[in-house]
């Protein structure tokens, strides 16, 4: 059977005209943005292409306020990291809302160390984070909060207007994960009032090894990597130009495709929710509504999220049970207990990350194919 690729949220294929866009920079097209010749001078208009492309799909006040990174999770740890160790004078406080993304999580953590308070927020059973909560906690000394744009295991999109008015009422800078966001729904930074946004180039259909850090203007934020001084002394080391040339473009065609692809996915997402919440004991995780509309999650009382995984992928059909970048830990994710699930049922969980080779005469075979697993586990299940 052909392959049905429903695992967007871990990794996407590359769009064909970013690539074709960006492969000669890996080819003939190479160079050093900080070399002086013209091969250097090139490369160097390049990556500021590119700088400008990515700033436009999240209205950002200018290029200057993009900085390129290897990909989310350095431009999480740089968000954090960066703002709470530059900013001590002004206070040792941090937040971040209970179902961010472990690359949000452990930088908060490890500011422990460094005498940092951290405070987690919790959600309601949707993944909407609790708004009266972040107000309560919030102090003039909590110089970074961070909430996620939306999330990625249960797709749910959070109220960031409301929490950035909030948050700079009463206390410093907003980090937005908005990885999985990004191209999927309007970013606007400016009309959200958002300090600091990352973004992923992969997570934009552009090549891996690229990401990007926004910071307003004023934000201080100390560099983690020092070296060379790239990228305006915030992230040293030689630029990966393939990689930024293809996330600039990847940015272009989101904006351009945005609105189409959204309504296209939303379709194939909605009719899949329909025929797979008719199985027994299944349950829809994360908001109906207020959702990415590439976005579809599920939980089957009495299997292993690992097992469906595996047995979807006997029908050439892949999925994903959760964050991949906690798949190495056989704890129930913390997204879902953070949503009140018990052990057990956040288990058995199944998600469904729809990109552009999704199309809708595919949904009866996947629809199939979950039946088909769900049944055949259950028959297997000693619960
Ligand atoms: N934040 C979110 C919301 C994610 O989904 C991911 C993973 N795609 C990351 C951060 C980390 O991304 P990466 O592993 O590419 O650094």
Do not use: W
């Given at each position: 059977?052909?392959?049905?690729?429903?695992?967007?949220a871990?990794?996407?294929s590359?769009?064909?005209s970013?690539?074709a866009?960006?492969?000669g920079?890996?080819?003939?097209?190479?160079?050093n943005p900080s070399?002086l010749?013209?091969v250097?001078?090139k490369?160097?208009r390049?990556?500021?292409?590119?700088?400008?492309k990515?700033?436009?799909?999240?209205?950002a006040?200018?290029?200057e306020?993009?900085?390129?990174t290897s990909?989310a999770t350095?431009?999480n740890?740089l968000?954090?990291?960066?703002?709470a160790l530059r900013?001590?004078?002004?206070?040792?406080?941090?937040?971040?809302?209970?179902?961010?993304h472990?690359?949000v999580?452990?930088?908060m953590?490890?500011?422990q160390k460094?005498?940092f308070?951290?405070?987690?927020v919790?959600v309601?059973?949707?993944?909407i984070v609790?708004?009266?909560k972040i107000?309560?906690?919030?102090?003039?000394?909590t110089?970074?909060t961070s909430v996620m744009?939306a999330?990625n295991?249960?797709?749910?999109?959070e109220?960031?207007?409301e929490i950035s008015?909030m948050?700079?009422h009463?206390?410093l800078y907003?980090?937005?994960d908005?990885t999985?966001?990004a191209?999927h729904?309007?970013v606007?930074v400016?009309?959200d009032?958002?300090?600091?946004?990352?973004l992923s180039?992969?997570?934009?259909h552009g090549?891996?090894g690229?990401?990007?850090?926004y910071?307003?203007?004023?934000v201080?934020?100390?560099?983690?990597?020092?070296g060379?001084g790239q990228?305006?002394g915030?992230?040293s080391?030689t630029e990966n130009?393939?990689?930024?040339a293809?996330m600039?473009?990847?940015?272009?065609?989101a904006m351009i495709d945005?609105?189409?692809?959204?309504?296209?996915?939303?379709?194939i997402?909605?009719r899949l929710?329909?025929?797979?919440l008719?199985i027994d004991e299944?349950?829809l995780?994360?908001?109906?509504?207020?959702?990415l509309?590439?976005h579809a999650?599920?939980?089957?009382?009495?299997?292993?999220?690992?097992?469906?995984?595996?047995n979807m992928d006997?029908y050439?059909?892949q999925v994903?049970t959760g964050?991949?970048?906690?798949?190495?830990?056989l704890e129930p994710s913390h997204v879902l207990?953070?949503i009140?699930l018990?052990?057990?049922?956040?288990h058995?969980?199944?998600?469904?990350?729809?990109?552009?080779s999704?199309?809708?005469?595919?949904i009866?075979a996947?629809?199939k194919?979950?039946?088909?697993?769900?049944g055949?586990?259950?028959?297997?299940?000693p619960?």
């Amino acid at each position: 059977m052909k392959k049905i690729y429903l695992d967007h949220a871990s990794a996407t294929s590359v769009d064909p005209s970013v690539l074709a866009f960006a492969e000669g920079f890996l080819k003939d097209g190479y160079g050093n943005p900080s070399s002086l010749h013209s091969v250097g001078l090139k490369a160097k208009r390049v990556i500021e292409e590119a700088r400008e492309k990515v700033a436009k799909l999240i209205n950002a006040e200018g290029t200057e306020n993009i900085v390129f990174t290897s990909g989310a999770t350095e431009s999480n740890n740089l968000a954090i990291r960066g703002v709470a160790l530059r900013n001590v004078k002004k206070g040792k406080k941090c937040i971040a809302s209970a179902i961010e993304h472990i690359s949000v999580l452990n930088p908060m953590k490890s500011l422990q160390k460094d005498g940092f308070e951290f405070t987690l927020v919790p959600v309601d059973s949707y993944g909407i984070v609790d708004v009266k909560k972040i107000k309560d906690v919030l102090s003039e000394d909590t110089t970074v909060t961070s909430v996620m744009y939306a999330n990625n295991e249960i797709g749910t999109i959070e109220p960031i207007r409301e929490i950035s008015k909030m948050i700079h009422h009463k206390a410093l800078y907003l980090h937005v994960d908005a990885t999985a966001a990004a191209g999927h729904i309007p970013v606007d930074v400016q009309k959200d009032a958002i300090d600091l946004l990352t973004l992923s180039s992969n997570d934009l259909h552009g090549p891996q090894g690229a990401g990007a850090l926004y910071i307003k203007k004023g934000v201080k934020v100390q560099s983690l990597l020092p070296g060379g001084g790239q990228e305006r002394g915030l992230r040293s080391g030689t630029e990966n130009l393939f990689a930024i040339a293809g996330m600039g473009e990847a940015a272009r065609i989101a904006m351009i495709d945005m609105k189409d692809k959204s309504e296209k996915l939303k379709k194939i997402r909605d009719r899949l929710i329909k025929e797979i919440l008719k199985i027994d004991e299944c349950f829809l995780t994360g908001h109906s509504t207020k959702r990415l509309p590439h976005h579809a999650s599920f939980r089957f009382s009495r299997i292993e999220g690992e097992s469906i995984v595996l047995n979807m992928d006997m029908y050439n059909i892949q999925v994903s049970t959760g964050s991949a970048c906690s798949s190495k830990t056989l704890e129930p994710s913390h997204v879902l207990l953070a949503i009140g699930l018990k052990h057990e049922e956040a288990h058995g969980s199944m998600l469904l990350t729809l990109g552009t080779s999704n199309t809708i005469k595919q949904i009866p075979a996947i629809v199939k194919a979950v039946k088909e697993t769900v049944g055949r586990l259950r028959k297997l299940s000693p619960l």
